[in-house]
Structure formats: C-alpha cells, structure tokens
C-alpha cells in the first residue's frame, strides 16, 4: 500500500509529572512505548519524517475554546499546556508548509471537555483540538474546518464546542453510547439550530470491526467530507476501538487504523484515548505514521492479530449498512431541519446536566441560542454547578452578524453579576475574553 512519500511531523509528549493515578489507564506509559516502537523501528532515520518539540499553549489560546470557571489556571497544569501546545505546533508545522501533515502524540487528552469547564470529566481538562482550532483560525484565517473523533467514545466535549458552529463539520464514530461512556452520540444529536446537520454521530454496536469502521468511512465519511470542502480535516485520534483495549468493546485493529487514517488522509492527527498500553498502542501508532507518511505498512501486525476470531457477524454488519445509509439521509436533508425544529421562535433553549466523572462535580446548564439566518447565532449560558459557582456567559460567534453582536453586547453589559459569581464574554469574532465577578 505505498503511496507518495509525504512528509510527516510527529510531536511527543508523554507529561511525565501528569497522571491520574499511578496505575490509571490514562498515564505516562501509555506514550513510552510508542516512542520505544517508533525509535527501534527507526520511523526517525526515514528522511521525511521528522519529530518537533511541543510549544507551549497560553491562557489566551484557552479562553477561545472555553470558559473556564473560575478561570484557565484553576483547571489545568503546565502539562496541559504543553499537551495543547503540542497540538498547535502540529498545525504550525502543516500550514507553515514545513510538512504535509503532522500528528500530535500527545497527553494529557482532551476531547470530552466541553464549552464550559468547571473541572475534569473522561480524563480531560481542556479541549486540545479545539484550543487548536481556534488558534488556526485566529493566526491563519482558514473558515472551514473537519473534525472526525475516531476515539471508542463519543467526543461530548468537541460537539458541544462546535454544537452552534455551522463552519466546523464535527464527526464522530464511536461505540454505541448505550453500551459505553459518556452515553450520549446518537444519529438524532444533529448540532444547534444555526447548525443543524453539522454535527454528525455515528454509534457503531460492540464488537464492530475493520469490514465495520471502514465501510462506515467509506460510505458516509469520505462522502460527507466531500460535499462540506473542508479547508482542513483534523482526525481526533483515539485508539481505544482496539481489539485488546480494557475499557472498550471493539475489534479493530492497527492495520485497520492504518488504512482508516491512508484513506482519511488527515491534515493533522492528535492522539486521544488507548488504554491498551503495549498490546496496541505501539502497533496502531506505527500504522498511523506510516500511512501519513506515504510508507508502506502491510507488516504492522499484532503479535496476537487472529482476523477470523475478529471478524464481524452478518447480522452487525447489516446493522451498519442500515445504519450508514440513516447518515446520508441526515446529511442530504439537513436544510429542511431548522424550520420544523424552531418554527417562528426568535431563541431556542435546551436543558442539559453534566457530570464531572473524574473530579465528582455536577453541573446544570441552560444554553439559549438566537436564531439567525446569517452566522451561527449568539449564546447564552447559565451554569450552575454543584461547587457553588453559578455562572452566565456571553457567546459572539465568528462572522457575527449586525444583530447578534448588538445584542450580545447589550446582554454582557445588563447581566446583573450580583447574581453569579462570575460573567463572561467570549468575542469569537473580535478574539475579546473578558470576565466580570461580583
């Protein structure tokens, strides 16, 4: 399967000092054998691969992905920072033209945490692809941006960020969330009402495997990533859909991966979860390489890979084709949604409860979004968690229209804050984070 070499960067960062616990699935190791694999295999001595150190993310790069409560610093460490960093060094790296394309090997991980962050849940604090995005659009002006979470989980964090963004094409393919965290990821979570249809859920039944993953790709990613002309596609990379992984269902395996990643051909890949620390990581991640690089990976196989013991029933695999073609039809009427979902409503609203499952925090939240025919709307937030801080945020989206941005501002001027303990604004059209606390 060798194509064109293409140039690849590879950015590690494996936080010594950042683990849950000594012996959580999310630490240190899950990196050290990677980068075991990847320097005995002498991925390095192959002239166009090419390995940068991670930069460093500020607060700034933070708050345009998040509001976080009360602030940035109170919800991460350095090593957050970097791990974020590393994935804007990735996309420096790519849109500088240094390389073709890059992937960020990083951790701590990040795509369950969500618009507002009043702690830690799945693992993650911030949200590293989307800190990523933000940066790209702020430093390179690029609109349209592809995000495909192959993580086994459903990307919570990442769909609530994009939920009212019709310029972010946000999909997921995951184990079905009946059967595993965080619960939610079905067909009918279609993104908000300026947005409808941008949000695409793919839940694929246990014990799925390569026939599953790739005809799911093939049939209703690639085309959906055709229709929408993304100027980047950026692949959240999780690994845990392995056939070995301790906390998923599933069968896929490196040599899937490999082809899942040759045919998505991302621009920038960062790792997320895999918790099969040396029975998969080391093989997938080397798939992944050599397929962005344009090198031949036919030989990378599990010492234990047995593909008829992985092989997917009949009776699954009809599911997935029913299931495949339910996505297209979403997809192919997505403009006829917004009419029958708002009607003649000026606002839409919608309830959500949260839980922090890593640091035991809940959250309630009600999100109000402006309907509006010409950018994604203004949003507004009332938050309040189980910690005592409630707090409202004032969401100006990018390219906000005339009426939106009026209106947001009158919002953040009038919020009484006597009645929060913290208000914010978040001017994603004019990069302006401010906050105000009683």
């Known amino acids: 399967m060798t194509k064109k070499p293409r140039k690849t960067g590879l950015i590690f960062f494996p936080a010594f000092d950042w683990a849950i616990s000594p012996t959580h699935p999310e ?13 005995e295999e002498g991925l390095l001595d192959f002239e166009n691969i090419i390995e940068f150190k991670p930069g460093m993310a500020t607060v700034e790069d933070i708050n345009r992905a998040h509001i976080c409560v009360p602030d940035a610093r109170s919800v ?11 994935a804007i060094t990735a996309a ?3 849109l500088r033209k240094e390389v073709d394309n890059a992937f960020a090997l990083v951790r701590p991980p990040g795509h369950h945490a969500m618009l507002v962050v009043h702690g830690a849940r799945g693992f993650c604090n911030i949200n590293i692809e989307a800190v990523m995005v933000e940066y790209i659009r702020k430093h390179y002006g690029i609109r349209k941006v592809a995000i495909v979470d192959t993580d086994c989980h459903h990307g919570d964090g990442t769909q609530d960020i994009y939920w009212n963004d019709p310029d972010t094409l946000c999909i997921s393919i995951h184990q079905d969330g009946r059967t595993l965290y965080p619960g939610t990821g079905f067909q009918e979570e279609m993104g908000g009402p300026n947005a409808l249809g941008y949000t695409i859920n ?10 599953g993953f790739l005809y799911t790709l093939e ?3 690639l085309p959906i990533l055709d229709d929408f002309q993304p100027e980047l596609i950026i692949n959240s990379a999780g690994q845990d859909n392995h056939y070995s992984d301790p906390i998923t269902n599933m069968r896929f395996s490196a040599r899937g991966y490999a082809l899942l990643n040759d045919r998505l051909s991302p621009d920038i890949a960062v790792l997320e979860g895999g918790y099969s620390i040396e029975k998969a990581l080391p093989y997938v991640n080397m798939g992944i390489i050599l397929a962005m690089a344009g090198l031949d990976y036919d030989s990378v196989r599990e010492p234990d890979f047995n593909a008829e013991s992985l092989r997917q029933s009949d009776e699954l695999t009809r599911k997935i084709e029913r299931d495949v073609a339910e996505i297209r039809k979403l997809w192919k009427n997505r403009y006829s949604f917004k009419k029958k979902m708002v ?5 839409a609203r919608r309830q959500k409860g949260i839980y922090y499952d890593t640091d035991g925090i809940s959250e309630h939240q009600e999100e109000t979004v402006r309907i509006c025919e010409d950018c994604g ?11 005592g801080n409630r707090i409202y945020a004032v969401i100006i989206p990018r390219h906000a229209c005339p009426t939106c941005r009026r209106e947001g501002e009158e919002f953040y001027g009038k919020i009484p804050v006597q009645q929060y303990s913290h208000v914010y604004l978040q001017d994603r059209d004019k990069d ?3 906050v105000k606390s009683r």
Request: hydrophobic share 30%.
């Open 343 to 347: 009607g003649d409503s000026r606002y």
């Open 92 to 94: 420096d790296k790519v």
């Open 76 to 86: 991460i460490t350095e090593s957050h920072l970097i791990s974020a960093g590393g």
């Open 432 to 434: 302006n984070f401010q």
């Open 202 to 211: 793919i839940p694929l039944p246990p014990r799925t495997s390569d026939e």
């Open 377 to 387: 709307g203004l949003v507004l937030i009332d938050s309040q968690a189980d910690t």
């Open 27 to 39: 630490r240190e190791e899950r990196l050290l054998y990677t980068q075991d694999q990847v320097f």
């Open 219 to 221: 049939n209703a990613i």
